[in-house]
């Protein structure tokens, strides 16, 4: 009370001596950061304590927290359980050696994915801020991670919102009672189109194309009226509509931060378990469905020799679980600071690669489906990936089964809604780093991002899409995983980040995450790194896309160096000095230890 009366509040923070709270509860809710040069030189180890007691402040501003405990677990789950979980891992899976995939799948989950999971979720709880602030508390000078993650975070929404607006054309092209790519009568057909589903003695050629792709290519993205890169042509103005209203429905669902798109991921990320289950029950009753589970899962244990396979593992569960894009820091800094974020990791990293496997199910019976009405083997149907197999494969069978509209209307409302789920985290993760009121930017950056994105839906925008998947997103972000685990394990150290989570849980982790987060995830991250040969289409990018595709690709890292020498250069002292700045974090409440009194000093 006397401190109170001596103390009046200033604005929207009080400066008072922190009180111990006893072993039980920390009630550190808020973020608190210790009053005074905190960047000067002292024990790196926390070794030694100032035995005056040192004001600190405490931000008495009030930030956004969860709901509910589940509107943060469906958030996260919506947001590692997206497209890639339906198509990719299928893909990889029967192409990696089938069952025997499993083994380097586990193996790479278990010792890189799921420590780097945890880590971004505790760092995001314990500090409670986006993924650029975050790093004035573990080492300033990498704070230009944070901007790279946002840069990578915009290219990652770029090409989500792309496919949504795609699935959205599919989804209103569904409501008839024949779906308009079942047959080779459309005003968009060639001569190559041939149906062979219902017919006898259809020859099936290289030349072959299927009602399905012909919609895909032809109708959708008017791809044969652009050259390529070069000639990109006009906006589809049907494509440029699906956008707008799929923008609409991700502004209403973040205006109001999470006490917004906590209730939204209610359906966004349950929705497509429903539909998966619907799709893996018709497609199990299939004629030929057990030919593409055979050839799903059939081991080829000879595979395991190949170095390929164990990358293609590591990169399909880095890109899968989503360590490095700031939708984890962002996500879990809403929590309250004793949520058991360990649980947390295990319970949705597990959900994940359950849905994963559960998906190629899913895929293959539908492709064995159609490897018997074409009366070809499982891998002549199973060779296109990426979305050509959402939107041309999958779509080709549901036109020929009994209820087909149904089908192809629950279809594309799940990939809607796990596009959905990962737009809103990569938006969200943007969000929380550049601003704390995220209702006062964020009309101004839908309207922005909306401008940004419409050259993606000119006739030859398919080709940009491809460029910036590959380019801006693939091997810039391991790289800037692979340093953000590096800061975290050797700048603020193992020790210090192991106490950071004992003051959350109560218990330190275990040796085995240590020796994760310190040698085994980085090396798990130096292999995920695989470029594959950029085709679309059978269209070749030329030489100099290539060189604009690197281009993409720096326009994010280089905010890492540029940043560091920004910070070395204007901090005062001799260099020895600006490098003792530069590397020291900031302290946080949790990081200040009790003297008997109870009162808080300073390390």
């Given at each position: 009370?006397?401190l109170?009366?001596?103390?009046?509040p200033?604005?929207?923070?009080?400066t008072?001596?922190a009180k111990?709270?006893?072993?039980?509860?920390?009630?550190?809710?808020e973020q608190?950061?210790?009053?005074?040069n905190?960047?000067?030189?002292?024990?790196p180890?926390?070794?030694?304590?100032?035995s005056?007691?040192?004001?600190?402040?405490?931000q008495?501003?009030s930030r956004?927290?969860?709901s509910k405990?589940m509107?943060?677990?469906?958030?996260?789950?919506?947001f590692?359980v997206?497209l890639?979980?339906?198509?990719?891992f299928?893909?990889i899976?029967?192409?990696?050696?089938?069952?025997a995939?499993?083994?380097?799948?586990v193996l790479?989950a278990?010792?890189?994915?799921?420590p780097?999971?945890?880590m971004e979720?505790a760092l995001?709880?314990?500090?409670r801020?986006?993924?650029?602030?975050?790093?004035k508390h573990i080492?300033?000078?990498f704070?230009?991670?944070?901007?790279?993650?946002?840069?990578?975070a915009?290219?990652?929404?770029?090409?989500?919102?792309?496919?949504?607006?795609?699935?959205?054309f599919?989804f209103?092209s569904?409501?008839?009672?024949?779906?308009p790519?079942?047959?080779?009568?459309n005003?968009?057909n060639t001569?190559n189109?041939?149906?062979?589903f219902?017919?006898?003695?259809?020859?099936?050629t290289?030349?072959?194309?299927?009602?399905a792709?012909?919609?895909?290519t032809?109708?959708?993205?008017?791809?044969?009226?652009?050259?390529?890169?070069g000639?990109v042509g006009?906006?589809r103005?049907?494509l440029m509509?699906?956008?707008?209203l799929?923008?609409t429905i991700v502004?209403?669902?973040?205006?109001?931060g999470?006490?917004?798109?906590?209730?939204?991921?209610?359906?966004t990320a349950?929705l497509?378990?429903?539909?998966?289950?619907?799709?893996m029950?018709r497609?199990?009753?299939?004629p030929?469905?057990?030919?593409?589970?055979v050839?799903?899962?059939n081991?080829k244990?000879e595979?395991?020799?190949?170095?390929s396979?164990?990358v293609?593992a590591?990169?399909?569960?880095?890109?899968?679980?989503g360590p490095?894009?700031?939708v984890?820091l962002?996500?879990s800094s809403?929590?309250p600071f004793?949520n058991?974020?360990?649980?947390?990791?295990i319970?949705?990293?597990?959900?994940?690669c359950?849905?994963?496997?559960?998906?190629?199910?899913?895929i293959?019976?539908v492709?064995?489906?159609?490897?018997?009405?074409?009366n070809?083997?499982?891998?002549?149907v199973a060779?296109?990936?990426?979305?050509?197999?959402?939107?041309?494969t999958?779509p080709?069978a549901?036109?020929?089964?009994?209820g087909s509209t149904?089908?192809?209307i629950i279809?594309?409302?799940?990939?809607?809604?796990l596009?959905l789920?990962?737009?809103?985290?990569?938006?969200e993760?943007?969000i929380?780093?550049?601003m704390?009121?995220?209702t006062?930017?964020?009309?101004?950056?839908?309207?922005t991002?909306?401008?940004?994105?419409?050259?993606?839906?000119c006739k030859?925008g398919?080709?940009?899409?491809?460029l910036l998947e590959?380019?801006?997103?693939?091997?810039?972000?391991?790289?800037i995983?692979f340093?953000?685990?590096t800061?975290v394990?050797w700048f603020y150290?193992?020790?210090?980040?192991?106490?950071?989570?004992?003051?959350m849980l109560?218990y330190t982790?275990?040796?085995?995450?240590k020796?994760?987060?310190?040698a085994?995830?980085?090396?798990?991250?130096?292999?995920?790194l695989?470029?594959d040969?950029?085709?679309l289409?059978?269209?070749e990018f030329?030489?100099?896309?290539?060189t604009?595709?690197?281009?993409i690709g720096?326009?994010?890292?280089?905010?890492?160096?540029?940043?560091m020498v920004?910070?070395?250069?204007w901090?005062p002292?001799?260099?020895?000095?600006?490098?003792a700045?530069?590397?020291r974090p900031e302290?946080t409440?949790?990081d200040i230890h009790?003297?008997?009194?109870?009162l808080?000093?300073?390390?």
């Open positions: 009370l006397i109170k009366l001596l103390l009046p200033v604005g929207k923070s009080t008072a001596f111990s709270p006893g072993p039980a509860k920390m009630p550190h809710q608190v950061m210790v009053h005074g905190l960047c000067a030189p002292g024990p180890n926390n070794a030694g304590y100032n005056n007691p040192v004001p600190v402040i405490i008495t501003e956004d927290k969860w405990k509107d943060f677990l469906l958030s996260v789950i919506g590692a997206d890639g979980n339906v198509w990719r299928p893909y899976c029967y192409q990696n050696g089938g069952g995939f499993l083994i380097p799948y790479m278990v010792f890189g994915g799921v780097l999971f945890y979720l995001g709880q314990f500090h801020t986006g993924a650029i602030s975050i790093w080492c300033p000078i704070k230009g991670i944070g901007f790279a993650i946002c840069i990578i915009l290219y990652v929404s770029f090409y989500y919102n792309t496919i949504i607006a795609w699935a959205l599919y209103y569904s409501f008839s009672s024949t779906l790519w079942t047959s080779c009568d005003a968009w001569e189109c041939t149906n062979y219902g017919k006898d003695n259809v020859t099936w290289n030349y072959s194309r299927s009602p792709e012909e919609f895909y032809r109708n959708v993205l008017a791809v044969h009226e652009s050259s390529g890169l000639d006009y906006i103005w049907q509509l699906c956008l707008f799929i923008f502004y209403f669902s973040l205006w109001k999470v006490k917004t798109s906590g209730k939204v991921v209610w359906v349950t497509p378990y429903v539909v998966l289950l619907i799709l029950i497609g199990a009753t299939l030929g469905a057990w030919k593409g589970v050839f799903y899962l081991p244990w595979k395991l020799k190949e170095t396979v164990w293609d590591a990169a399909q569960i880095f890109f899968s679980l490095g894009f700031g984890l962002a996500l809403y929590n004793n058991n974020c360990y649980r947390d990791a319970v949705t990293s597990l959900v994940n359950l849905t994963s496997f559960v998906s190629g199910f899913v293959f019976t492709l064995g489906y159609m490897a018997e009405q074409r070809v083997n499982v891998e002549d060779r296109d990936k990426g979305p050509s197999l959402l939107f041309i999958y080709e549901i036109a020929n089964m009994v149904f089908f192809a279809f594309f409302v799940m990939m809607i809604t596009g789920d990962s737009t809103f985290g990569g938006l993760a943007i929380t780093a550049v704390d009121e995220q006062k930017f964020g009309t101004l950056f839908n309207v991002f909306f401008i940004n994105l419409l050259f993606l839906f030859g398919a080709y940009v899409v491809k590959e380019f801006g997103v693939g091997s810039p972000i391991i790289a995983v340093l953000e685990a800061a394990s150290g193992i020790n210090r980040f192991s106490n950071d989570i004992k003051s109560g982790p275990g040796l085995f995450w020796v994760c987060w310190v085994i995830s980085p090396a798990f991250l130096a292999v995920s695989n470029k040969p950029l085709t289409f059978d269209y030329p030489d100099w896309s290539i604009v595709g690197y281009i720096a326009s994010s890292f280089m905010w890492i160096p540029i940043y920004y910070k070395l250069v901090t002292g001799s260099l020895k000095q600006r490098l700045v530069c590397l302290r409440l949790p009790t003297d008997s009194m109870g808080s000093p300073i390390p």
